[in-house]
């Protein structure tokens, strides 16, 4: 088991009205698993992926890492910010790529901020484009990139820091249909080589099949 999330609870207030939109979520991420969640708008896709990775806390519940099932809720702030650069990778539907910088130094910036020396991030950057396809685009800004080489440059920088688990929410929602079936072999191929575990929110049933595992949700519960 690489992840547990058990009874993940998270409700809104807007005034004096409540609004439930995880309604006690248990999910298991398995090592080198490829999940996707699927619902209509609303349902708590979002919500729920950003409580597993630890953007937002929910309300209760558990989230259980590795073979110690350690809780990572209740981490300090510093130590969840160290177990989302040690242990997960986000991807979404905006690549929020620097402007000013071009596709190598995007890629290279989470590995600098972490500590790493210029040269070796430089290296391992490289490497991470020509595996997505762009060994011939790492000097171009973003502005000089179509919209799946975005991406796929957003890729690459999400898994420098080699996670165990790569968020993604709805990665592929900006792109047309070609541009997102290459996007999803891009991270079977990653899945395939590097045995990092994906959950995928996505609103498209061809992508969703592609992933081992589909999961819908329904009222901030799985059905």
């Not at 396809?133 to 080489?149: A, F, K, N, V």
């Amino acid at each position: 088991m690489l992840m547990r999330a058990e009874g993940l609870t998270k409700t809104y207030r807007k005034g004096t009205t409540e609004i439930p939109v995880l309604r006690g979520v248990d999910l298991e991420i398995a090592p080198g698993e490829m999940i996707a969640i699927t619902g209509s708008s609303g349902v708590g896709k979002s919500t729920l992926l950003h409580a597993l990775g630890t953007l937002e806390r929910p309300d209760t519940g558990k989230i259980l890492y590795g073979p110690t099932n350690q809780n990572v809720l209740q981490f300090t702030e510093r130590g969840l910010a160290d177990f989302r650069n040690r242990v997960l990778g986000f991807v979404f539907q905006f690549h929020y790529l620097l402007p000013e910088f071009d596709a190598i130094e995007n890629v290279m910036m989470p590995a600098l901020i972490a500590g790493e020396d210029r040269e070796t991030s430089r290296k391992h950057a490289s490497e991470l484009l020509e595996f997505v396809g762009l060994g011939h685009r790492l000097h171009h800004r973003p502005s000089e990139l179509s919209g799946g080489e975005q991406q796929r440059v957003a890729i690459a920088r999400s898994v420098i820091l080699r996670p165990k688990l790569l968020l993604a929410d709805e990665l592929t929602g900006n792109l047309d249909s070609k541009n997102s079936q290459n996007v999803i072999d891009l991270l079977t191929s990653l899945n395939e080589a590097t045995g990092i575990s994906v959950l995928i929110v996505t609103h498209d049933a061809s992508i969703a099949t592609r992933m081992h595992r589909v999961l819908s949700m329904k009222d901030g519960q799985f059905v």
